[in-house]
């Protein structure tokens, strides 16, 4: 599986399994949070799987589900209010990643210029250009 660090606090993946947490625990991470609804695809285990196992391995674990193409605002506070509670590092994944580097991107404009934050994405691997108009409006958004 491979993880992408964003922030020293903060890395992304994509989709983990049961028998990633342990290996993710003993990486060093603290939290995970799972940015994938349950029954996106058929071989994707259950959010109450991975809550159950994560916790068998003394990691904390949140479900901020985001359909693919319908992240609201909404989650993008629950996000960033995961980061800003959680135990980091965190580990948050979601199908490839991408989701979850959205919604820090969103979260994380409020305090970083969207190039910044573009240009931290982009070097995990991530590609938020088109994302910018979104994130000009969340860095506004932030401000006032």
């Known amino acids: 599986m491979p993880i992408k660090r964003l922030t020293d606090t903060l890395s992304v993946a994509p989709q983990i399994s049961e ?4 290996a993710l625990a003993a990486q060093g991470f603290r939290s995970v949070i799972n940015n994938r609804p349950d029954g996106e695809a058929g071989d994707q ?7 159950a196992a994560a ?10 589900p985001v359909i693919s193409g319908q992240l609201q605002d909404a989650q ?3 996000f960033g209010k995961a980061l800003a509670e959680l135990p980091a590092p965190v580990l948050a ?12 991107a ?5 305090a970083r210029p969207v190039a910044d934050v573009v240009h931290t994405a982009a070097q995990a691997g991530y590609d938020l250009d088109a994302l ?9 958004a932030g401000r006032s």
């Open 106 to 110: 969103l979260d994380a404009v409020r």
């Open 19 to 22: 028998g990633d947490l342990a």
């Open 55 to 64: 916790a068998r391995v003394g990691l904390v674990y949140r479900d901020i």
């Open 76 to 78: 993008v506070a629950a």
């Open 45 to 51: 285990p259950a959010s109450a799987a991975l809550a």
């Open 132 to 140: 910018r108009p979104r994130l000009k409006q969340a860095r506004q």
């Open 93 to 104: 994944f979601c199908r490839t990643g991408t989701r979850s580097t959205t919604l820090w």
